[in-house]
């Protein structure tokens, strides 16, 4: 059964950076690409991010792009989300997923994943 486990969620200053790792388990990771959603109080799971099986390919939601970075090591079974310049609007809980397609392309619809951690809370203060 596959499984995700996020860690590395807390709080942090505008301003400030976070990283955060998903670790998979009961898959062929490589197999899949990864994505990461975030989802704050009473709003719907938004795109973050997604990285190929490779890890040569990402693509970034809007509202992150050229602040947060992915990246993954298929020998740890890891994806990590690199967060900087952090803004309260961050503020969600963050989740990891695996795509529902192996050998799959990265998507950033919501739906086109089906695995998923437990996520892990991110606030960002002013």
């Known amino acids: 059964q596959a499984q995700l486990v996020e860690s590395g969620g807390g709080s942090v200053q505008v301003g400030g950076s976070l990283r955060l790792s998903c670790v998979a388990s009961g898959l062929t990771f490589s197999d899949y690409p990864m994505g990461w959603f975030r989802q704050a109080p009473g709003k719907e799971r938004e795109f973050v991010g997604a990285i190929a099986r490779s890890g040569g390919y990402t693509q970034y939601g809007d509202s992150v792009k050229g602040r947060f970075v992915i990246s993954r090591d298929n020998w740890k079974n890891t994806v990590i989300l690199q967060m900087n310049s952090l803004k309260p609007e961050d503020t969600a809980v963050y989740y990891c997923?695996?795509?529902?397609?192996?050998?799959?392309?990265?998507?950033?619809?919501?739906?086109?994943?089906?695995?998923w951690g437990q996520g892990t809370q991110v606030t960002v203060s002013s």
């Open positions: 997923g695996a795509h529902r397609r192996r050998w799959g392309g990265t998507s950033r619809q919501v739906d086109d994943y089906d695995t």
